[in-house]
């Protein structure tokens, strides 16, 4: 719920997942920009793929074979319902 609560609050529509020497980083194409935070970075490539099969968010890929991740209406709703709106 963390990355789709950050995700909702960025406006963004879109996150680059960038592999680096110390891990994973998660960028935010459009919106206000910046990184998501995530507590338990050994998990996040599997939360990610969770996420996308419960259809919470899409997948495509850049030029460069990266994947992006789409925010998907059902998500938002998720996060709108968890926080009583």
Do not use: C, W
């Not at 609050?9 to 995530?38: P, Q, Y």
């Not at 998990?43 to 899409?58: K, M, R, Y």
């Not at 850049?62 to 059902?74: L, S």
């Amino acid at each position: 719920m963390s990355v789709l609560g950050q995700f909702y609050d960025s406006g963004a529509s879109k996150l680059l997942e960038g592999k680096m020497m110390s891990g994973v980083i998660l960028l935010f194409i459009d919106g206000k920009n910046g990184t998501v935070e995530f507590p338990e970075p050994r998990f996040i490539e599997d939360d990610l793929d969770t996420l996308l099969s419960l259809g919470l968010l899409g997948l495509t890929h850049n030029g460069k074979g990266e994947r992006v991740f789409k925010f998907t209406r059902a998500a938002a709703v998720l996060v709108e319902q968890s926080r009583g709106a």
